[in-house]
Nanobody
Framework: QVHLVESGGGLVQAGGSLRLACTTS????????MGWFRQAPGKEREFVAG????????YNSDIVKGRFTISRDNAKNTVYLQMNILEPEDTAVYYC????????????????WGQGTQVTVSS
């Protein structure tokens, strides 16, 4: 079992930045690919970014490409989502997920999920 905890959400003005973090306990973090997803009110959950187990491969959705960056620090059991040039359309609950392989993140989302952190971007 992997227990994921997101943090770093909040209220920010359009054009601003936030950095989300997702941490887990235990020694198995480096054996999981990680992903970030988001869900806005009334909309389906959507993929934001994914990263391989060692961080060598990353994928971003087209809607955030060039603005958001996913990274990880396996020594700290943490994956990050740096979000720049935020837009009101980025308002959503952001979730991190974990899966043994990045292909699972990209195709089905992940095997484990955090509780989410709210990001609100004001215009």
């Amino acid at each position: 079992q992997v227990h994921l905890v997101e943090s770093g959400g909040g209220l920010v003005q359009a054009g601003g930045s936030l950095r989300l973090a997702c941490t887990t306990s235990g020694r198995t973090f480096s054996t999981y690919a990680m992903g970030w997803f988001r869900q806005a009110p009334g909309k389906e959950r959507e993929f934001v970014a994914g990263i391989s187990r060692r961080g060598g491969m990353t994928y971003n959705s087209d809607i955030v490409k060039g603005r958001f960056t996913i990274s990880r620090d396996n020594a700290k059991n943490t994956v990050y989502l740096q979000m720049n040039i935020l837009e009101p359309e980025d308002t959503a609950v952001y979730y991190c997920s974990a899966a043994p392989d990045l292909s699972v993140i990209l195709t089905s989302g992940g095997d484990y999920w955090g509780q989410g952190t709210q990001v609100t971007v004001s215009s």
